[in-house]
């Protein structure tokens, strides 16, 4: 079994910031790419940002320069620090991993959701 938990969600006021962990545990072989996504009240999910094992790093348009993602390969944890945090940034944010639990097997993974509410 393998389990992501994420951490770091709550409410902050516009131009704030904060940082989201989610660390992978359970019987992992190996992790390719760690990433979070997003959710707001009656869209779709989409992406924030993703990062793979060598640390290369891709953004979503709206939060580039606003927001860091990071890992620590030897954790199994991948965080996202959210500066200039804006009201549209509200969401359930889910922590995503590409992880090999056995040899050879490749699944995805996802965390519960953490909730980010940002007020005006």
């Known amino acids: 079994q393998v389990h992501l938990v994420e951490s770091g969600g709550g409410l902050v006021q516009a131009g704030g910031s904060l940082r989201l962990s989610c660390a992978a545990s359970?019987?992992?072989?190996?992790?390719?790419?760690m990433g979070w996504y997003r959710q707001a009240p009656r869209k779709e999910r989409e992406l924030v940002a993703t990062i793979t094992k060598g640390r290369s790093t891709n953004y979503a348009d709206s939060v580039k320069g606003r927001f860091t993602i990071s890992r620590d390969n030897a954790k199994n944890t991948v965080y996202l620090q959210m500066n200039s945090l804006k009201p549209e940034d509200t969401a359930v944010y889910y922590c995503?991993?590409?992880?090999?639990?056995?040899?050879?097997?490749?699944?995805?993974?996802w965390g519960q959701g953490t909730q980010v509410t940002v007020s005006s």
């Open positions: 995503h991993a590409e992880i090999c639990p056995v040899e050879g097997v490749w699944n995805d993974y």
């Open positions: 359970g019987s992992i072989y190996s992790i390719n790419v």
